[in-house]
């Protein structure tokens, strides 16, 4: 199976081989039909600590590292 890939930017960079990403989709009013921004967000282990805040950056699945991670920094 392959593994999920997300696209998404950098929201926190203060802890140690770790940072949040958040990714923005837009869902669909049911009855209004009008479009919210939700936003999602991820603690990924960043091994080089190389992402800083407002980066955009490529994550993807992997098992956990802490509790918590469950997302790896790929670019």
Do not use: C
Not at 2 to 15: E, I, P, S
Not at 45 to 53: F, P
Not at 54 to 68: A, H, W
């Amino acid at each position: 199976m392959a593994r999920k890939q997300r696209t998404g930017t950098v929201l926190n960079d203060t802890n140690e081989k770790s940072v949040v990403v958040g990714i923005t989709w837009l869902q669909r009013d049911r009855i209004y039909k009008k479009a919210r921004r939700k936003q999602t967000k991820f603690v990924v282990h960043d091994e080089q600590n190389s992402a800083t805040v407002g980066d955009r950056v490529l994550i993807e699945e992997s098992r956990p590292i802490p509790r918590s991670k469950r997302w790896r920094l790929v670019e």
